[in-house]
């Protein structure tokens, strides 16, 4: 360990919602744990109470935007910050912020680290040399298995750089008994007890697959006269016209009395205390995809687009056989084929729901924890400070 407490810096656009604000926070909360210090830049947002609730320090920069100009401007300010604050790590968790991160950890000469949380596209050689920022950290974490391949494949100089440390879950929430919350929510729901629940928790952006889910479930009423409700759970952040087009397409399908657009909701355990099913159908590759995991982690059954890493979090045929399935994987794009997945699991008893849900459930815990993901993130810290890849594990 190293001689003295970390100071570490963490940088992320903003703290409103998502996997990287959300590992932002676990990992300032463990630094604070250890006695170690944490700081957070961000332009804040509303996660930025449960920030500073963990003893983390938070400075407000304008670090989401991509305007060259200023993010060259953020880069004296980091700088500033580090020198000023004596930070001897520089943590960076998005692209735009990363450069600024890069220049500020070169400046000062501390030691820069990366985490690859997106599978980020690369259509163009420009838009590839702006991904590859987050390929140059002294280490770059990769969240999954997929991720660190994707990696290699668009940035082959990271290879020898690379750690894998899956993304964490806070799986202590989905321990205590939320069937009261649970009734809470189908009462804000209008669903009633008897009623199976859908769950896609997600935001609202074309490429979660709420359009597909929309058409596998107007397929899906076709085919089953059993009542059942859809919650899409998720904002729009500021994607209206999204929206709109949602609800237009559920009254195009005939889905107003089958579907609910309910909104953010911080209360995920309770939400899928709720479900019968969780349902992710993303049309692009998620680099870990935490709702998945999460729906496993409160027993539930889940519906993924076989897509990213999700071979690595449900597992499924022909990967593993019948009675080990956490969940089903349908192809992308496909909405016959999310029908038929979402018909399957409603059709199954309630014995075999639970089976499948024990399993995920297990599943999750063996390998998805939160304590895990801290102590190899810390490790990479401490193995960076000492030069001693073995603090690693």
Not at 97 to 119: C, D, E, I, K, Q
Not at 314 to 326: E, I, M, N, S, W
Request: glycine fraction near 6%; aromatic fraction near 6%.
């Amino acid at each position: 360990m190293s001689a003295r407490p970390m100071t570490i810096l963490q940088v992320v656009p903003e703290l409103e919602t998502g996997g990287a604000e959300r590992t932002t926070i676990d990992i300032a909360a463990a630094l604070v744990e250890h006695g170690d210090r944490a700081i957070v830049v961000s332009e804040g947002g509303r996660m930025l109470e449960e920030l500073r609730a963990t003893g983390a320090e938070h400075v407000t920069m304008p670090v989401a935007t991509k305007a060259p100009l200023r993010m060259r401007s953020n880069a004296v300010r980091l700088a500033d910050l580090m020198e000023r604050e004596g930070v001897d790590i520089i943590h960076a968790r998005s692209r735009a912020p990363a450069w600024s991160a890069l220049w500020a950890a070169n400046w000062t000469r501390r030691r820069f680290v990366t985490t690859y949380h997106g599978a980020y596209n690369a259509r163009t050689v420009l838009k590839n040399r702006y991904n590859s920022v987050m390929a140059r950290g002294d280490i770059v974490i990769a969240n999954s298995a997929f991720t660190a391949e994707r990696i290699v494949s668009q940035h082959p100089f990271a290879a020898s750089r690379i750690v894998t440390i899956h993304r964490g879950i806070d799986l202590s929430a989905f321990d205590e008994d939320a069937s009261a919350r649970a009734d809470g929510f189908r009462r804000a729901w209008n669903v009633d007890a008897r009623i199976p629940i859908l769950l896609n928790v997600a935001r609202l952006t074309p490429w979660k697959g709420q359009e597909d889910l929309l058409d596998a479930l107007a397929l899906l009423k076709a085919r089953n006269a059993r009542e059942w409700v859809c919650v899409l759970a998720g904002d729009d952040q500021g994607r209206a016209a999204y929206t709109q087009k949602l609800r237009d397409k559920m009254r195009q399908l005939g889905l107003e009395d089958r579907v609910r657009l309910v909104g953010h909701v911080d209360d995920i355990p309770g939400a899928l205390a709720a479900a019968t099913l969780a349902v992710q159908p993303a049309i692009e590759p998620e680099a870990f995809g935490r709702a998945a995991v999460e729906a496993q982690a409160a027993g539930r059954p889940v519906v993924v687009t076989d897509l990213g890493a999700v071979r690595e979090t449900v597992l499924a045929p022909p990967d593993v056989g019948r009675d080990k399935r956490t969940g089903w994987r349908v192809p992308p794009h496909d909405p016959v084929a999310l029908a038929e997945a979402m018909f399957q699991a409603l059709q199954a008893s309630n014995d075999s729901r639970s089976d499948v849900g024990m399993r995920g459930r297990a599943h999750a815990l063996s390998h998805f924890s939160l304590d895990v993901m801290k102590r190899k993130t810390l490790g990479v810290y401490h193995s960076l400070l000492e030069d001693d890849i073995s603090a690693l594990y």
